[in-house]
Each structure stands twice: as C-alpha cells, then as structure tokens.
C-alpha cells in the first residue's frame, strides 16, 4: 500500500512524501516513491502523514470503589482512534492486598479483546513491602518498565516520602522509570477537612482543597528523592509553571546523567479553572487533580512545552458518566471520581490552540504527540515515526476545516471540557498497523484489535 500526494512533517516543516506500508509495518518513505503494478494507492493531496499519535497516560475504564469506573476501554478507545491517537498507556492499579502482577492481569482482562488502539500500562505502586517491591525486576521483563507512585490522595493511594524512597531505590536497581503524581496528600487533606467543616462542599470548592503549594512541596520532595536515589523520573501532569522552574533547576543540578522528564496535560494547557465557576455540571466535569489552575498558568506551560521543558504531552484522560460525577457529589465534593476526558481532543485541540497560534512550531508539535512518548516510555522501536520498520499507524490529517467541536457523539459523556470550542483540522483517516480502522472521520473497524505493547526503556 502506497500513500501519496500528502505531506509530512520533518524538522524543518513541511515536505511532500509518500510512505509505503508493507503488511502491518512502514516499508519506505520517500519524496519519489512511485506504485508497483498492483499496489493500493491511496491519495493523501491536500493532507498530511502523521505517525498514529501516542497518548502516554490514560485511565480507561477504571474500576473505582462501589462499583464506578471510568468509561470503558470499547469508548475510550473509540475516542482515541477518531482522534488520531493510535497507541495508549494506561495504568493498572493494584488493589489493598493484591499483587502487581495480578493487578496487571486484571487490566489486561479489562483490555484485551475491547480495545480498539494498541496499548502498554504502567503499573501503580500503593504497597512497597519486600513481597511487593521482589516483583518489579519480572514485570519489567515482561515489558512493564514503568511505575507510578503517588504522594497524594491519603489513605488510599498515598505513600509516605520513606516509600516513596524504597520504591524509587527499587525502581532504579532494575532498570526501570518511576512515574510520581506530586501532590503533598497531607496538605490536601487538610485543606478539604477545613473547606467541608465549613459548608463548603459545592464542586467550585474542588481546586482549593488541592493548593499551587501542595504541588510545589511533594515537586520538592520527589525530586530531592530522585537526586538521592537515581531513579529514573517522570513528574506526571505538572500543572503549575513553578513546579517547571523546580524541574529545570534539579536538571541543572543533577547534570546530563540523570533522567528527569516533565509531562504535561491537555486540560492545564487549554482549560482553566473558571470552569468550576461555570455553573455546576461544568464544574463537576472539570474535577481533576492536580485541579484547573488560573488561567495565567496555561500560556506559560505551553512556552515551557514548545522550548523543550516540559517532554510530552499526554491527557490522563479518566472520563465518567456526568451522572456517575453528579450522583457522587450528592455528598460534596471531595466524595467526585477524579478526572477528565481528552484522548480523543488531543490533536485537534493542541493544533488548533498551539500550532495555529504559532505558540508550537509544527515539528514540535508532532514530536510531543508522537515521537518524546514513544522514545521515553519505552516504545521507540516501532512506534511513534513514519520510518521503516515501526509499525505502520498513520494518521491523514487535514489542516484546513473549521467547524465547532462535537464530543465524538457519545451523549453520556461528561467530561469533555472542549464541547463547543472552535477547532482547526481534521483527523480524517487512520490506519493502526496497516488496517484501516478510521475513514472519513468514522470507525470503519470495530473488532477491538488493539493488542497489549511490551515496552523497554
Ligand atoms: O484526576 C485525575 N488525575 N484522575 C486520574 C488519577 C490520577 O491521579 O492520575
Ligand atoms: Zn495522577
Ligand atoms: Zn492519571
């Protein structure tokens, strides 16, 4: 199969080119590739190649306690191919008690056989006991390098700094990346006891029970541990442009050696928190963590993004049902399922919002989306380029319509922040490992066979 007539994207811009795909990977790219006698051609004029986009941190389908969860791997994943997102790594998350490597299979059940885009997962860490941290050097085997710990959310996800300690010291004996929410859960928890003991429950209360300072410190914190350590470490969803100042001066201090990489997410880019004072389901719809900042934070963020401060870009999409959020918010806030909607918005929405704004220079932008994912969580062999032996995802992107932006048509889903907004471009077309799974802008492909990706670092 031959695609030609369209343009990529190199480091200097745009430049004509076709890409030949041989069964399910990128056989040749080249500016004069001609049809063999019987190929398929398909004709890209007018649009541009893009490498199927990886989304670095998702949270499908979920399970959360009393039987919620976030929307299902078949929806969220649907959301991600129509939005030019190929490939996504997703979490799993042990139960109190079960094992990382249960937990693990738990998710692949949740995935495999539902799944429409490819997927790898990093592995969440709530337990650091001997028997727990004695499984990290086989899972990394199996082709799960990497871990998350967080420092927020207490008594229930939160580890202390001392096994917060372990596990980084762990990680790093291994060879593997520890992925850290840095949110101080003691600080949060405080701000949230003071704001329920004072009527205060209302979702618009959300952003002040988690304070710009409850970032800064476990910033800090975790990154004085990865000075100690060595470990490997991917600050996830930095929201504030501080909390990137604090990145840029340990990188400073540590040196070239050391592996500290910034995420940053769609909503801290794009949205803000005048979003919990837009009316309640509104509100309710942007309750995430770390929360929506002030708008000021945005801009700075995306300056930060485009000089290569921050690493990539990602959505920790976790979308739920509006009345899932609603029905939890009967008893304030703090009871609200965490998490917004993104997968399918990425591309569209940082296109519109960055590229054409001129703040994102088009090279950058794909190598945000694309390329830094792939190199850094671990998928750098096949995934995230349009060259020769990766496998053969690719987007048609068409830069030139404007049009209001319609959450991807499914009625029940709340958390799309971006409903309405203006947008630039087009995610046409979409091929995962030569299939074509998206034509004009539908699902042509349903049959789930997204497949679980080993990754190494
Ligand atoms: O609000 C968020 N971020 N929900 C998903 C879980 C997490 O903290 O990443
Ligand atoms: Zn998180
Ligand atoms: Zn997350």
Request: aromatic content about 6%; some cysteine.
């Amino acid at each position: 199969m031959l695609f030609r007539g369209g343009q990529t994207i190199t480091s200097s811009g745009l430049s004509p080119a076709a890409v030949r795909v041989a069964g399910t990977t990128i056989s040749e790219v080249g500016s004069d590739l001609n049809p063999q006698p019987g190929e398929t051609v398909v004709d890209a004029t007018g649009r541009w190649l893009l490498p199927g986009a990886i989304d670095g941190h998702t949270h499908f389908g979920m399970p959360l306690a009393g039987g919620l969860s976030s929307l299902d791997w078949a929806a969220s994943s649907t959301a991600a191919l129509l939005g030019g997102t190929t490939t996504v790594i997703d979490f799993a998350n042990p139960d109190a008690g079960e094992s990382l490597s249960a937990a693990v299979g738990r998710w692949r059940n949740l995935a495999d056989g539902h799944t429409l885009c490819d997927y790898g997962l990093h592995v969440t860490v709530t337990d650091t006991s001997p028997e727990r941290l004695a499984e990290i050097p086989g899972l990394i085997s199996a082709g799960l390098p990497t871990f998350k710990g967080f420092l927020a959310y207490k008594n229930r996800l939160m580890l202390t700094l001392e096994q917060m300690r372990s596990l980084m010291t762990a990680v790093h004996e291994h060879g593997g990346m520890l992925l850290v929410h840095a949110e101080d859960g003691e600080m949060n928890a405080a701000a949230e006891h003071v704001l329920l003991n004072t009527g205060r429950t209302a979702p618009v209360w959300h952003p002040l029970a988690h304070p710009a300072e409850s970032e800064l410190k476990a910033v800090g914190e975790v990154l004085a541990l990865a000075a100690e350590t060595h470990c490997p470490l991917t600050i996830v969803h930095l929201s504030l442009t501080d909390s990137v100042d604090a990145l840029k001066r340990a990188r400073q201090t540590a040196g070239e050696s050391a592996t500290l990489i910034g995420e940053v997410c769609l909503h801290h880019l794009f949205a803000d928190e005048g979003l919990y004072s837009s009316g309640h389901e509104t509100a309710l719809a942007a309750i995430c963590s770390p929360p929506l900042r002030p708008a000021a934070n945005g801009p700075g963020l995306l300056a930060e993004l485009a000089a290569g401060n921050l690493d990539f870009l990602s959505t920790d999409h976790c979308e739920f049902c509006l009345a899932a959020k609603a029905a939890a918010a009967a008893g304030g806030f703090a009871g609200v399922p965490n998490g917004c909607g993104g997968v399918g918005e990425r591309l569209v929405m940082s296109y519109t919002k960055a590229v054409v704004t001129g703040d994102l220079s088009l090279p950058r932008w794909q190598e945000v989306l694309c390329e830094r994912p792939a190199a850094l969580l671990g998928l750098a062999d096949r995934k995230g380029r349009l060259s020769p032996g990766c496998d053969a995802d690719i987007v048609l992107f068409d830069p030139t319509p404007e049009y209001r932006w319609d959450p991807l048509g499914a009625s029940d889903r709340a958390g799309s922040l971006w409903a309405g907004l203006m947008v630039r471009g087009r995610v046409s077309d979409v091929w995962l490992r030569g299939r074509q799974v998206v034509a004009g802008g539908r699902v042509t492909d349903d049959r789930a066979g997204g497949v679980f990706l080993p990754r190494q670092l």
